[in-house]
C-alpha cells in the first residue's frame, strides 16, 4: 500500500511519542512521582501505532492495562494523558481513571481497562450504535493474547459476526500473560479461531512492521466499512520492559535468547531504517522529529507538573450526571 | 386512563419511548418473540400490534444467550448514542455479566472523569414465589445497590411501572429495573398518556400514626393486605413504597418514623445486606431517638429457594409475617 510522506512520518511520530512517553512515565514511576505502577507498550509500538493510524479521527476504539499506546496513538494530546498518570486535576479522567483507565472520548477512545478483555463488549457495543446509526464509523477493540482466553471475547466475536458490526478485534500478542507464555495456556493459534465465527482472521508475524500491520487493519476497516462485519487480526509483537514498572520478578520466564532476538527488533529502529532508504526522510529529518517529539513530552510533562492536585470534592463527582448526594 | 396490567404497562412505556426517540432500541433474549413480555402482555400485544413488526428487527434485536456481551454492548452503545432498553428476562441471569455490570456499567461514567454517558435500561423479572428453583427465585437488588454508579427501580403497580420505565429510559445514567413475575397479571387504571415518575421520590401509599411499613415490591402490597386486616382492631399504619432504591428516598422514610416512631421494613431479598437492612441501619444511625420500639425487617431468610411449592413460600414475607412484626413493634 503506497501511502503519502506524510502519512509516514505521522506513523512514526506518533511511535516515538509512545516511546518517548512511556520511557519518561517509567522513569516517574521509579522517582515515586507516578503513584502506583504503569504498563509499557514499549516494543509493541508499531503494533499500536499501525491499527490506530488505520482507523479515522472519528473511529472508535478501546484498550486494556497497557494502556498509554493506545490513547496516544489514536492521537490524543500527551499532557492530559501525563496528568492522568500522576493524579491530577488537568488529567484527562480529572484523576479518577490513572493509567490502566485512560479514555479521550474526544479522539474516539472510549477506555482503557484494568480487567483483561472486560472492554471488548464495549467496543462492540461502539460498533452496534455506529451501524444502526448509520454513522460509518468503525470500532476497534485492543487486547492482548491473556484476554484471548476470555469468555467474553468470544460472545463478542460471535454477536459482531452475526450482526456484522463494523469491529476489528486486534489480538496484541506479546506472547505473555504477565509471567504465564501464552502457549502453555492457549490452545491453537488465537487468529484461526476467527473460523469458528465465520469471520476473516489472519496472523501477522512480524507485529514490529508498522506497515504490516496499518496494511492489514487498513483491509480489515475497509471491510467493515463495507458493512461486511468484523475482523480478527493476531499481532506478533514483544513487550521490552517488564509486565508493569517496579514488579520485580525478574526476566527468568522469558528464555534469554528469545528475549534478545526480539530486542533486536526495536520496531522503531525498523522503521527508522525504512524511511531512511525510502527516501521518505533523511538523517536530519529523523533527528528533527525526535527532537521535536522529546520537546512534546517535556511539555507533557510541564502540563501534568503545573496541574494542581484535584479537589477532595472530585471524588464525589460524576458518579452520575447529576449530583449523588453522598459525602463523606 | 385505561386498564392495564403491570406488563402491559411496561409495554407500554416502552412503546412510547420506542415512538418518541429513534436512538432507543431493545435488546436481549427472545424479545422478538415477546417470551418475557418485552412489548406488555400477551393481549395488548395482539391489539396494539408487534414491537418487531412496528419498529422492524434493527431495532428489536433478538440476541444470543451472552448476558456477558449483553449488558457490555448495550453500555457500549449507550456511550456513543443508542438508548438501549435491554431484556434479561430473568433476575438471576445478571450475574453472567458481573463484570460488565460492575466494572464498566457503574464505573464507566466515574472512572473516565465523566466523559461517558450511559442512558441504557436493563430490565429483568424476578420469577420468585412460582417453583422455578433455586436458579430463577433469586431478588437480587440488594447486590446491585452496592455497586455505586447503578440505579435501581423496583416498581410495585402497572402505573409505577409506566413512569418509572418512562423515566429510566429518558435518564442518561444506567438502570437495573427489577420486576417482579407475580405482579405482571396485576391490573388497575393507568393514565395511558405519557408521564414520568422521578427517582428517588417515595410514594406514601396509606397514611396512618402508629407504625410506619415500608415495603419493597412485592412487600408494598403485603403491607396494605396488613394494613387493611388491622384497621378492625384500631391500628393505624402508614405503607411507604420507596419505589427506587438508588436513589432512596430517606427523608420520605424518616419523616413517617419521626411520626409513628415505629418501623417495619417487607422486603423479599435475602435478609442480610438487604434492601431492608440497609434501611433499617439508616433509621438506627439518624433517627434512633424517634423509635419507641426496634425496628424489624421482613425479609426472606438467608437461605437458597427449594422447588416444591410445598416448601418454598414459607420462606417469604407474607402477610401473616407482617401482622407479627407489626404488633411486636406495638408491644
Same mark, same amino acid.
Given at each position: ?79 492530559? =494523558? ?87 478485534? =486486534? ?158 | ?10 409495554? *407500554? $412505556?416502552?412503546?412510547? $419511548?420506542?415512538? %418518541? ?24 400485544? *395482539? ?11 434493527? +431495532? ?16 457500549? *452503545? ?29 464505573? %464507566? ?56 420505565? +418512562? ?23 393507568? %393514565? ?77 431479598? %435475602? ?50 409475617? $407482617? ?9
Amino acid at each position: 500500500m503506497m501511502l503519502a510522506n506524510d502519512t509516514y512520518l505521522e506513523m512514526y511520530r506518533r511511535m516515538l511519542r509512545i516511546r518517548v512517553f512511556d520511557e519518561r512515565a517509567a522513569k516517574m514511576v521509579k522517582h515515586g512521582e507516578i503513584p502506583g505502577t504503569v504498563h509499557t507498550s514499549i516494543g509493541q509500538e508499531a503494533q499500536v501505532v499501525g491499527a490506530c493510524m488505520a482507523l479515522g479521527p472519528e473511529d472508535y476504539m478501546t484498550g486494556n492495562h497497557r494502556s498509554h499506546g493506545h490513547p496516544i496513538g489514536k492521537g490524543a494530546a500527551l499532557g492530559p =494523558l501525563m496528568a492522568e498518570l500522576m493524579g491530577k486535576a488537568w488529567g484527562i479522567c480529572e484523576g479518577k481513571g490513572g493509567s490502566m483507565h485512560l479514555a479521550d472520548f474526544k479522539v474516539g477512545s472510549l477506555g482503557e481497562s484494568g480487567i483483561v478483555g472486560s472492554s471488548i463488549p464495549i467496543a462492540t457495543g461502539a460498533a452496534l450504535s455506529a451501524k444502526i446509526l448509520k454513522t460509518g464509523r468503525v470500532s476497534l477493540a485492543f487486547f492482548g493474547d491473556g484476554a484471548a482466553n476470555q469468555g467474553c471475547l468470544y460472545e463478542a466475536m460471535n454477536m459482531a459476526s452475526i450482526w456484522k458490526l463494523p469491529i476489528v478485534f =486486534l489480538c496484541e500478542n506479546n506472547q505473555y500473560a504477565l509471567s504465564t507464555p501464552s502457549y502453555t495456556v492457549t490452545a491453537g493459534r488465537i487468529a484461526e479461531r476467527a473460523t469458528g465465527f465465520d469471520m476473516p482472521g489472519l496472523r501477522i508475524e512480524d507485529g514490529q512492521d508498522v506497515l504490516q500491520v496499518y496494511d492489514a487493519v487498513s483491509t480489515a476497516v475497509k471491510h467493515a466499512r463495507n458493512g461486511n462485519g468484523p475482523t480478527l487480526i493476531e499481532v506478533m509483537t514483544y513487550r521490552f520492559n517488564e509486565h508493569s514498572e517496579g514488579l520485580r520478578i525478574g526476566n527468568d520466564y522469558r528464555n534469554k535468547d528469545e528475549r534478545e532476538s526480539w530486542l533486536k527488533r526495536d520496531p522503531i529502529e525498523i522503521f527508522t531504517r525504512y524511511l531512511m532508504t525510502s527516501g521518505i526522510a533523511k538523517e536530519s529529518d529523523i533527528l528533527d522529529m525526535k527532537k521535536q517529539i522529546n520537546e512534546e513530552v517535556e511539555e507533557a510533562r510541564k502540563f501534568a507538573d503545573e496541574s494542581p492536585m484535584p479537589d477532595p470534592s472530585i471524588a464525589f463527582k460524576d458518579l452520575y450526571t447529576e449530583p449523588s448526594g453522598v459525602s463523606l | 386512563m385505561t386498564m392495564m396490567s403491570y406488563l402491559g404497562a411496561i409495554g *407500554a $412505556a416502552q412503546r412510547e $419511548a420506542l415512538e %418518541n426517540d429513534p436512538r432507543v432500541i431493545i435488546i436481549g433474549e427472545d424479545v422478538q418473540a415477546n417470551v418475557y413480555g418485552t412489548m406488555g402482555g400477551g393481549k395488548s400485544r *395482539a391489539e396494539k400490534g408487534d414491537f418487531l413488526q412496528i419498529f422492524g428487527p434493527e +431495532r428489536i434485536r433478538n440476541t444470543p444467550i451472552s448476558e456477558e456481551i449483553i449488558v457490555g454492548a448495550a453500555a457500549g *452503545a449507550a456511550m456513543t448514542g443508542l438508548r438501549p432498553i435491554v431484556d434479561l428476562s430473568y433476575s438471576s441471569f445478571l450475574y453472567m455479566a458481573m463484570d460488565q455490570f460492575v466494572n464498566q456499567v457503574a464505573k %464507566n461514567r466515574y472512572m473516565f472523569g465523566g466523559q461517558a454517558s450511559l442512558p441504557v435500561v436493563f430490565r429483568s423479572a424476578m420469577f420468585f414465589g412460582l417453583s422455578t428453583g433455586a436458579h430463577h427465585s433469586d431478588r437480587p437488588y440488594p447486590m446491585f445497590m452496592n455497586t455505586p454508579g447503578l440505579k435501581i427501580m423496583v416498581p410495585s403497580t402497572p402505573s409505577d411501572a409506566k413512569g418509572l420505565l +418512562r423515566q429510566a429510559i429518558d435518564m442518561d445514567d444506567p438502570v437495573l429495573s427489577f420486576e417482579t413475575c407475580m405482579l405482571w397479571g396485576l391490573k388497575e387504571e393507568v %393514565n395511558e398518556s405519557e408521564y414520568r415518575i422521578p427517582f428517588g421520590k417515595a410514594r406514601i401509599i396509606r397514611e396512618g400514626k402508629d407504625v410506619t411499613v415500608v415495603g419493597i415490591s412485592t412487600g408494598v402490597h403485603i403491607a396494605l393486605q396488613a394494613a387493611q386486616q388491622l384497621e378492625v382492631e384500631n391500628i393505624s399504619i402508614e405503607v411507604i413504597d420507596p419505589r427506587t432504591l438508588v436513589p432512596l428516598d430517606y427523608e420520605a422514610i424518616l419523616n413517617s418514623v419521626a411520626r409513628t416512631g415505629r418501623l417495619v421494613i417487607i422486603d423479599p431479598a %435475602n435478609r442480610t445486606c438487604s434492601a431492608a437492612a440497609e434501611i433499617s441501619a439508616m433509621i438506627c444511625e439518624i433517627a434512633f431517638d424517634c423509635l419507641k420500639a426496634p425496628i424489624i425487617r421482613v425479609t426472606t431468610p438467608d437461605m437458597q429457594i427449594p422447588f416444591s411449592p410445598a416448601i418454598e413460600k414459607q420462606l417469604y414475607p407474607d402477610v401473616d409475617k $407482617a401482622i407479627a412484626a407489626i404488633k411486636k413493634v406495638l408491644k
